[in-house]
């Protein structure tokens, strides 16, 4: 059987020799039950485990909040870093690139490609002359004899200027009396990409040129049309735009199976920041970045 009697545990062991170190309870003794030994062992053990899931957690924690200030300082550096496609990120920041020591441009002793080929644009003449004062002497008033062969010079203008077709389509009564034939004979109308609308289908193209080629905003490109002489909503154009739409749809397809043919395909690295979605007014379901 084992003894249940008080066990008695004394400190002076682990009290120092000499009597300089001596702590005060070194010479006592303390009396406990062997319950109170178990209660006491226990808890240390339970502060003893508490304690280390707390430095696991910290270490957890601490993992956390590295990786929460590795993604500020990249939000930071989208935001407010230089913002190239061509850059390699900011690992490469501080490095300098080396001096080339070949300049900029056309490169002394390589062949030139010669002058641009203009012979498309039209040529327009123009005389050029003195003045009738300006054709005598001015000492003695003598008239000044003609040269042979003028001087010429070219310079090359761009004049846009939008107008208006007055078309007067010609109509014709017959003179017979065939019932296959109507009374009136009219020319035909001519084409509009939209019908009964006052544009023509230059505008038209200037219209998509400018949006999907040139990427300039509708609203810049009826300020320009207004330079032009021609004022033009910007409702009227997106209009408009909605009504070509179905039009292109057989170019997209076409587009779509001969890119799908493909095995690779490129894709732009530029990002699409999605702050939220929201319906639109027809039903689709719209991005808002």
């Known amino acids: 059987m084992e003894s249940i009697q008080p066990q008695l545990i004394s400190t002076s062991e682990h009290a120092p020799v000499n009597g300089n170190g001596a702590t005060p309870f070194s010479q006592q003794t303390v009396v406990l039950t062997k319950q109170d030994s178990i209660e006491l062992k226990w808890k240390a053990n339970y502060w003893q485990a508490q304690y280390e899931r707390l430095l696991e957690r910290e270490a ?8 929460h200030e590795a993604t500020i300082r990249d939000l930071k550096q ?3 870093g230089t913002k190239s496609e061509k850059s390699s990120g900011s690992d490469s920041a501080g490095e300098s690139k080396p001096a080339s020591p070949r300049n900029r ?5 390589s062949r030139g490609h010669g002058r641009s080929d203009r012979s498309a644009l039209t040529v327009v003449a123009e005389t050029h002359d003195l003045s009738a004062e300006a054709k005598r002497c001015p000492a003695c008033g003598e008239a000044f004899l003609p040269f042979p062969g003028p001087e010429a010079s070219t310079i090359i203008e761009v004049q846009v200027q939008a107008h208006i077709r007055r078309i007067q389509r010609t109509r014709y009564q017959k003179g017979c009396q065939c019932p296959q034939v109507a009374g009136i004979v009219t020319a035909p109308p001519a084409p509009r990409l ?23 905003p509708t609203h810049r490109f009826c300020e320009a049309l207004r330079h ?4 033009l909503a ?7 735009l909605n009504r070509i739409a179905p039009l292109c749809e057989p170019l997209v397809a076409a587009l779509l199976e001969w890119q799908m043919r493909e095995k690779l395909f490129h894709g732009d690295e530029t990002r699409w920041e999605c702050v939220k979605r929201w319906k639109a007014r027809r039903g689709s379901a719209g991005i808002c970045g």
């Open 78 to 80: 989208r935001l407010y």
């Open 228 to 231: 032009y002489g021609l004022p």
């Open 60 to 67: 957890v924690l601490k993992a956390e909040v590295a990786a």
């Open 194 to 216: 939209i019908p009964k609308s006052p544009l023509g289908v230059s505008v038209w193209t200037m219209v998509l040129l400018d949006k999907y080629l040139y990427g300039r």
């Open 105 to 109: 441009g056309q490169q002394p002793g």
């Open 234 to 240: 910007q409702g009227t154009v997106t209009d408009g």
